[in-house]
């Protein structure tokens, strides 16, 4: 199994790249929210990946964060009627953070604006992976679990400002882009009026 590539850029677009790495380019499949966080042609990134064999085919599939990657494999590895196209789509529309949020709050309305999923997909994404999203110990969006009390509370300060942006008229995606991209630049424990002035500013 391939986990991770480093290699030079020398195609890029929003679903695809191919990394050359010793003469050999490696063409991986990728969510929007990888391809946001390639870098420009001629220049190294890395790349964990997912490889998916058939009879008559290889393909690879691409993230910027093994945290990402290892959230493709749930989706695609767990619950019925996802595949690596639809995981694909799921992770171009949200992000890892959103989506986990999103699951372990049931927030069946908000997954199933994802491209290839309906309500039922949805409400099976909750069943499948609602125990699963947070076993490694990450609390939602931020930071780890409390010690003490050892749960993880279904909403954060990340998804709450994304709910603000997106009654505020932005759509999911565009929402989840801004505050993702705010969070980079702000605490861990950013409050939420921070991640929206931040996102809007």
């Known amino acids: 199994m391939i986990a991770r590539i480093q290699g030079t850029v020398i195609e890029s677009a929003p679903l695809r790249c191919v990394l ?27 790349l964990f990946t997912h490889a998916v064999y058939r009879e008559d085919s290889a393909t690879l599939y691409g993230f910027a964060a093994s945290e990402d990657r290892d959230f493709f494999r749930l989706l695609v590895e767990r619950v019925s009627g996802i595949g690596p ?17 999103a699951i372990a709050a049931s927030d069946i309305a908000l997954l199933a ?19 699963k999203v947070f076993a490694d110990g990450m609390s939602p969006a931020f930071g780890k679990t409390d010690p003490a ?31 993702r991209k705010a969070s980079t630049q702000l605490p861990a424990e950013a409050s939420v009026e921070a991640l929206i002035r931040t996102a809007l500013g």
């Not at 063409?27 to 390639?38: D, G, L």
């Not at 995981?87 to 529309?93: A, E, V």
């Open 149 to 179: 009390t050892n749960t993880n509370p279904p909403t954060s300060n990340y998804q709450d400002a994304v709910a603000s942006l997106m009654t505020l008229g932005y759509k999911p995606a565009e929402a989840d882009k801004l505050i």
């Open 20 to 46: 050359d790495l010793n003469g050999i380019g490696y063409e991986i499949h990728i969510p929007v929210t990888t391809a946001e966080k390639i870098p420009p042609h001629g220049e190294s990134a890395t």
């Open 113 to 131: 604006k994802c491209p290839g999923i309906g309500r039922k997909t949805a409400e099976r994404l909750v069943i499948e992976l609602k125990d």
């Open 85 to 101: 196209k639809i995981g694909i789509g799921i992770l171009s529309r949200m992000s890892v953070e959103l989506l986990r949020n």
